[in-house]
């Protein structure tokens, strides 16, 4: 099946020679690879484990982490999907190579794929969202312990985990606030 996979790989995303001028090479049976300048997009293969298909950008005089094509998608502003790319069968193979075709030339259509810009773009949209992450676990835990806070009417405890985060908090949280404030000795 693998071989299947570069065919199906290289007829679906030949527009990015086409359109960027982009060398295409053949790493394994399993990757392919195109360089244009000092950039690089991979799609990858897994056919051994989990049967995943995914497509990395990178900048080969950086040492960051690549981008996957749901980060493209997003930063392009257009909806991906959440789930990876799968796929266990021939013909399962052929359909999802050609989805990710499609939506990577969405997203070339919406930005310039190899440039510094873009790169950039993406490493702050990339920070941006792991600091909204962090951010959301910490108010899951914030809530948590505050619930346990007004159960035993501790609200010193309760005026002390609300501060932080009193732009983010539910109108219920604000008023248990507000509460706390007033109740405090």
Not at 80 to 90: C, K, N, P, V, Y
Not at 133 to 152: C, S
């Amino acid at each position: 099946m693998t071989n299947n996979f570069i065919q199906f790989s290289k007829e679906k995303f030949q527009f990015i020679e086409i359109k960027y001028g982009a060398k295409m090479e053949v790493i394994s049976n399993n990757e392919l690879k195109w360089h244009y300048e000092n950039y690089s997009l991979r799609i990858i293969y897994d056919n051994r484990r989990s049967y995943e298909l995914g497509i990395l950008l990178s900048n080969d005089e950086d040492a960051s982490p690549p981008f996957d094509l749901h980060e493209l998608a997003r930063y392009a502003d257009i909806a991906s999907g959440d789930s990876a790319f799968q796929a266990s069968t021939e013909t399962r193979l052929e359909m999802i190579i050609d989805k990710m075709a499609k939506l990577l030339l969405l997203v070339c259509n919406q930005i310039p794929l190899f440039s510094l810009e873009t790169m950039k773009k993406l490493q702050q949209q990339r920070e941006k969202e792991c600091h909204e992450y962090a951010k959301r676990n910490k108010l899951e835990r914030m809530r948590i312990d505050a619930e346990k806070a007004w159960k035993e009417k501790n609200y010193a405890e309760i005026k002390a985990l609300y501060e932080p985060f009193l732009d983010d908090l539910s109108k219920s949280e604000l008023k248990k606030y507000e509460y706390a404030l007033r109740s405090r000795k």
